[in-house]
């Protein structure tokens, strides 16, 4: 009674510690801000159907996870903790599912709740999946539904026996794989039927086919996946083109998006965002609880499946020409499975809490050094303020490490004990995060500016896209000498943009007021070219000017 109260406890704090300071860091550039001002224009505009920003036309992404921000916006205010709190939420209702599935995995109908208890709490404090709820990023929408499509058809296919519950848990799979499409793309499809046609020919389980509800399903799906697609290639006829081919096609087999990486990419980024259970998750990869070689009568094998799922996807992301390190964050809750139903049958935690521990040095040793590792856009002094953050995470990370050695021959109170360090530990760390915002942040720019100029005064980016300062400044400003991602949408419409600076200062000259911003370099231009200005804010990296 008195474990049970205490696992409760815990299990209430974790969520305390996931959900917490959404608000204390501003908007780090690029990704936080380009998916907080995309939203905010939709709001603005009023059209939610084709995505904008700053005023152009962006088609890198669908548009659910916009659609679900801007209703956040709509709900609470536009912010920084309502501009991170759908990708939050997700990431803990694929916690949530996760439990559930593994506790479902060995018997549908007797939950085993310790198995799901690990799994809820490994996917919760893997680093790779903290960081990544709690980074404004698409990728913790696509993994909720990738994981909850890939998730119902494993239960799908363990009530094969019983025809409607294996029909209900197949279209929720179908209705989740459309929504992880409508998050990022023809991935959502791919990942879950590849994973069905590679285990199929690995296990020699053709009965899988008669039980995915094919017809039933493909319709389901296009009927929740299809009409935005539709109905945006309807209204901007560039948007096919771009999103398929080059969005998926050619970011996929050319560098033309400059994101490369060698074909062990994935390998470091892996056994990182695995840890804290990096040696459980290294035994159920390399030696997994089935037999490499499928028995001819075996039925449906979860294990196996979710196996396949997971090599597969690394293999894929790592055979691609274009890499990120949230690629393959679907993966984390799968391996998440497979280690929990491991821990499940040990009678100790094993080596779990060296991870921890040497994660804390490195974390201590880093925090003691940090000014080391200043730049020109990152002074040493902002660091300084950093250390404090980086060496409590490093002592909560070695207090962590010491309990789940403590408790190693206690299953329970190990994960729950190596878990929360490891949550709250990187939790200190990105609130920290704040005191170098003001290198990766536009937020005291736009609050000068909103003081010096009116709201209806343009406002020019020389040389550089700012992506916070619209968000900030909540409206959009003028781009001047940079396209970057905004090629396309520039392209299609230029009437907001300028070349260079000659054409911004043919401009500047006939405003009676207008404000600019820019780095040093250009500011210096701008003195060269005795264009009439004042400066009314000079930061860590970014110079504004006014006209009046």
């Known amino acids: 009674m008195t474990q049970t109260i205490i696992t409760r406890t815990v299990l209430v704090l974790l ?17 936080e801000a380009r998916y907080s001002e995309i939203p905010r224009e939709m709001i603005a505009s009023g059209d939610w159907l084709t995505p904008h920003l700053d005023g152009f036309k962006y088609f890198e992404k669908p548009a659910l996870q916009y ?36 506790s479902r995995l060995k018997d549908p109908s007797h939950p085993d709740r310790q198995a799901g208890l690990f799994s809820f709490v490994i996917t919760l404090t893997m680093v790779e999946f903290i960081l990544f709820g709690h980074i ?14 890939t998730g119902s ?7 094969r026996h019983q025809p409607q519950v294996n029909r209900n848990w197949m279209l929720l799979g179908w209705v989740a794989m459309a929504l992880a499409v409508l998050s990022k793309g023809l991935i959502g499809v791919l990942l879950p039927c590849g994973a069905v046609f590679f285990y199929m020919l690995w296990q020699r389980d053709w009965q899988i086919l008669r039980h995915l509800h094919i017809i039933k399903g493909v319709i389901v799906f296009l009927l929740v996946g299809a009409p935005w697609f539709i109905a945006v290639s309807l209204v901007n006829p560039d948007f096919a083109h771009f999103f398929f081919i080059h969005e998926h096609f050619e970011r996929y087999s050319t560098m033309v998006d400059n994101r490369p990486g060698s074909i062990i990419y994935f390998i470091p980024v892996f056994l990182l965002g695995v840890s804290p259970w990096l040696v459980t998750a290294l035994k159920v990869i390399f030696k997994p609880d089935f037999s490499w070689k499928p028995s001819v009568n075996e039925k449906f094998n979860a294990q196996r499946f979710i196996w396949v799922y997971i090599v597969m996807i690394f293999l894929f992301f790592s055979l691609s020409h274009s890499k990120l390190p949230a690629y393959i964050l679907p993966v984390f809750p799968f391996v998440a499975v497979l280690s929990s139903l491991r821990l499940r049958q040990q009678p100790s935690l094993g080596k779990e809490y060296w991870t921890l521990a040497v994660l804390g040095i490195i974390c201590l040793i880093s925090g003691i050094i940090i000014t080391r590792f200043a730049t020109p856009t990152i002074p040493a002094e902002l660091f300084a303020h950093y250390r404090p953050w980086i060496i409590s995470s490093a002592l909560i990370m070695l207090a962590g490490a010491g309990l789940m050695r403590y408790w190693r021959y206690l299953p329970v109170p190990a994960v729950l004990a190596g878990g929360t360090a490891m949550l709250l530990s990187l939790q200190f760390l990105l609130v920290g995060l704040q005191t170098i915002a003001p290198a990766r942040s536009a937020v005291a720019e736009a609050a000068v500016i909103r003081q010096s100029v009116a709201t209806n005064v343009p406002v020019y980016a020389l040389n550089f896209y700012p992506q ?9 400003i003028k781009l001047v000498g940079t396209t970057g991602e905004l090629e396309m949408g520039i392209k299609a419409d230029p009437t907001n943009w300028l070349p260079d600076l000659q054409h911004f200062a043919q401009q500047w000259q006939q405003h009676k007021q207008a404000a600019a911003i820019m780095k040093k370099p250009t500011y210096e231009k701008l003195i060269a070219m005795q264009l009439p200005m004042r400066l009314i804010y000079k930061g860590v990296s970014n110079i504004v000017v006014v006209r009046f």
């Open 15 to 31: 969520v305390i510690i996931w959900f917490s300071c959404l608000g204390h860091r501003d908007l780090i550039a690029p990704d």
């Open 67 to 102: 659609w679900l921000t801007a209703i956040s916006f709509k709900l609470f205010g536009q912010s920084n903790a309502s501009a991170r709190l759908w990708m939050t939420i997700a990431g803990f209702l694929c916690a949530l599912f996760i439990g559930f599935l593994t």
């Open 136 to 149: 404004l990023t698409l990728d913790m929408s696509v993994t909720l539904f990738l994981t909850l499509s």
């Open 153 to 159: 058809l494993i239960l799908a296919q363990l009530h």
């Open 468 to 476: 916070s300062l619209p968000f900030y400044l909540k409206r959009t």
